[in-house]
């Protein structure tokens, strides 16, 4: 328990500052790392993040593990007053002396000079208790904490399965279906999610990790609206950014006692929003840059709105 709470905090100082450096590195225009790449070197460091285990490598915090003191004079050794030889003889202060000369307190010499030990003394264990009782109450405190932060992403997820397998259907607009499959044509899609329609929505999005699937408004867009929204999330679909949201989700879960690491998630959200826009703009004319731009502009306006 000692040993795990000591490398999951080592993981998150280190990872916290990793991340601010990433972060960082984001902000400086004259370090030309783009953002495709930085999300790249966001998923190695929540892969790291996710599995607090040492691999060998010793942890930068310890915490105090619980010592045994077991006092002096427990135990003395059995020693034959006949012979007149000490079979062992105790150090103090760096030199021996016979048993004999040094009475072991709490002995008792029976008839014929033999020697018996004296029984051993309770080891005190409060302090070792103490020590435990605090490791254990730190491990406590962050499973609990765990479970919670784990409950509140995972009732959510949950609570929005049940709504979309209530109130989503599929598209059958024919035009809707047609940009649909060239969009996806264009970004070189063979497998491709479900397109659904679900009231609500303010604007379209991507959900699911095994099954995943397109979602649109109820309230038909702008066929050009359309085209640039439908083209920005099959992006996120073509990256993979939704396994990279589960990731981050989960190590915010494991470092929820780490402030650097609700952060995390943030940056990473805005690294893959913008790695996503540099997928399209590879796809799109330059003339369509300004129109797909005010797009994504309003539709966040309408997911703060709602």
Known sequence: MSEFLSTLLSLSLGGGLAAVLLAAIGRVKRVRIGAGWRCVLWAVLCLRLAVPASFGVPALIRLPVPVVEVPAGTAAPVVSGNS?????????GGATLPIES????????PEGGQVSPASPEPVSGEKRAVRLSAVGIVFLVWAAGAAVVGAWVLGGHLRFLRYRRRWAEPVEDPETLLCFDRLADELGLRRRPRLLRCPGLRSPMLAGIWRPVLLLPEEPMPPKELRFALLHELAHY?????WLRALTLWVNVLHWFDPLMWLLVRWVERDMELACDERVLRVLPPEEYRAYGSTLLKLASNNKSN
Do not use: M, Q
């Open 102 to 109: 040094r009475p072991v307190s709490g002995s008792t010499v």
């Open 238 to 242: 073509r990256r993979g950014d939704l």
């Open 84 to 92: 007149g030889e000490n079979a062992a003889t105790p150090p103090v």
